[in-house]
């Protein structure tokens, strides 16, 4: 049972609103002021930031070792697995396709946050190569995991259950392809929203309502890690509303 505001008694943690990737668009130079990367000049303003370069290549490890020691020490990194385990292999990958992407992710340290593995929207559900690979996956790797299912067959009882049963987070995004798919799903210890701009996609800002009522469904999971990263980059607005999401919170 939800507990009221008025029963709380501990604070709640501190939210993670950041933007999938750093890039900062010239009409926003202002907002980020001083010298350095993007990356640096980003996580002045940011306390998170979604990795998702590595969806569509390998990176040196030294490349990540360099992010982690540009940034304050409570800065945190989520990590978009390759496509080529989640879109190509639709998860019937190598154990070292995986362990390789592990070892790169790793090396951001104690500033790695969770593991995002993003499904292609025609990827349906399929338990036994669900299963497997999330044997595998915690075979190799215990901290946090978010999964983000595009297939309306994800998203039932049965599949949530599967995933707490492997502590793997369900991301709640927008759009949602169904009603379920608007709400965290999976471990309740992680709660990710994932926003990716309505009504068009990767472009669209938030309205400041929309906003307010996500910051108060923010407040609500006083005892869970969230994160919440705005994907409608495409025209900047991912950075705008992150900073409204800051304010309201």
């Given at each position: ?19 999938a990737g750093w890039s900062i668009p010239s009409h ?100 036994p190569r669900a299963k ?118």
């Open positions: 049972m939800r507990k009221e505001a008025s029963n709380r008694t501990a604070p709640m943690k501190r939210p993670r609103i950041g933007t926003h130079a202002a907002i980020f002021p001083g010298s350095g990367t993007h990356l640096e000049r980003y996580s002045r303003a940011f306390n998170c930031v979604e990795v998702n370069s590595s969806f569509y290549r390998s990176h040196r490890l030294s490349t990540w070792a360099r992010w982690a020691d540009s940034v304050p020490e409570d800065f945190h990194f989520a990590a978009k697995a390759p496509k080529a385990i989640t879109h190509e292999a639709k998860l019937n990958c190598t154990i070292e396709q995986l362990q390789a992407f592990l070892q790169e992710a790793n090396t951001l340290g104690q500033k790695l946050g969770p593991i995002l593995f993003q499904l292609p929207p025609s990827f349906s559900f399929d338990e497997t690979f999330f044997i595998m996956l915690r075979d190799l790797y215990s901290a946090y995991v978010v999964l983000e299912p595009r297939h309306p067959t994800w998203f039932t009882q049965e599949v949530d259950q599967l995933l707490r049963n492997y502590e793997i987070a369900r991301v709640a995004a927008d759009p949602a392809i169904t009603p379920e798919a608007g709400e965290p799903g999976g471990n309740k210890r992680l709660i990710y929203y994932r926003l990716h701009g309505s009504p068009h996609t990767y472009y669209s800002a938030y309205s400041e309502t929309y906003l307010a009522n996500l910051a108060a469904a923010i407040h609500n999971h006083i005892d869970a890690d969230v994160w919440c990263i705005f994907d409608n980059t495409a025209a900047g607005a991912a950075i705008e509303d992150a900073q409204t999401l800051q304010r309201l919170l």
